[in-house]
């Protein structure tokens, strides 16, 4: 069984680095002493049922991370110390899924009486969903290509990679078949920041946005952002049609059929089975 405990943490408070951050070139040249606290958000509960330091986090080592990182860098912002060290710390060690960091700055340039300025932030792994599509030369080795590409973000996890389907045509019908698939994905990426990356990998495919739902060498598309409802005039999320394809509903039941619709409170397996005949695209599997 496979669970999340909610609300473990591993708490650091008040490691002292002495180190070189800041705006002006005497703070670069000089240093000066710098306080980071952190609390990790992390699973203990088997490394406390076992007693095994296999299955815990080794906050020692990540105190030394945390200072020897804060050493070998330099930046101008505190902004900067707080959003790199937050991504580094969750991009090395696999078990920590989410950091509070606050860096505090107890010696900088302020010519009024203060205690101590900080910068605190947030950052965590999110799990997103993900169509991919493609209809153009050879698409399954376009959804290949994407995937490795995604692979190879650095703030990014390949988690789960859905069978592809074949499927006719959603809107433009005077084209051929798609190959479609779902991935699942982890991701260090904001919302908007993950859409960019989509389609720099669309870009290099060769993908061209001439004809809405005409043919692509590669089609990407951003589903599910944790449970987030969000919408901007550049991304919406959830997909805002997704409850209506079941080219994206059928590959993605295989990942996730209890996913939840954070709108509609219906499963990809609800939706899968509720879709309208007319939304329906005579869908194959296929041994690609």
């Known amino acids: 069984m496979n669970y999340e405990i909610i609300g473990d943490e591993i708490r650091i408070e008040m490691l002292e680095v002495f180190a070189h951050h800041g705006v002006l070139s005497e703070e670069q040249e000089k240093g000066q002493l710098f306080y980071v606290n952190a609390v990790l958000y992390t699973d203990i509960h088997k490394a406390g049922l076992e007693d095994n330091i296999f299955f815990a986090t080794d906050y020692g080592q990540i105190c030394q991370f945390i200072y020897s990182w804060m050493q070998e860098n330099t930046y101008q912002l505190l902004e900067s110390v707080a959003e790199k060290l937050s991504k580094a710390i969750l991009l090395k060690y696999e078990k920590i899924t989410a ?61 789960k990679v859905s069978d592809l389907i074949q499927s006719k045509p959603y809107g433009v019908q005077d ?22 990356a989509l389609h720099d990998i669309e870009d290099a495919a060769g993908r061209v946005r001439v004809r809405r739902w005409g ?39 295989t990942l996730a059929p209890n996913y939840r619709h954070p709108i509609l409170g219906k499963t990809v397996i609800q939706m899968l089975h509720e879709l309208k005949p007319e939304n329906r695209t005579k869908v194959e599997r296929t041994d690609m």
């Open 99 to 159: 950091v509070d960091l606050e860096v505090r700055k107890p010696q900088a340039p302020i010519p009024v009486p203060f205690e101590c300025v900080s910068i605190k932030v947030h950052r965590s792994w999110h799990t997103a969903y993900l169509a991919v599509g493609s209809n153009v030369g050879d698409p399954a080795e376009y959804i290949s290509g994407a995937i490795r590409a995604l692979a190879n973000h650095p703030q990014i996890r390949v988690k």
């Open 215 to 253: 043919p692509r060498t590669l089609d990407l598309d951003l589903i599910f952002y944790d449970k987030l409802v969000y919408e901007s005039d550049y991304v919406i999320i959830p997909h805002s049609d997704l409850q209506n394809r079941d080219f994206v509903l059928e590959p993605l039941s």
């Open 175 to 196: 084209q051929d078949d798609f190959l479609n698939g779902a991935l699942e994905i982890e991701t260090l990426l904001a919302p908007e920041e993950l859409l960019d």
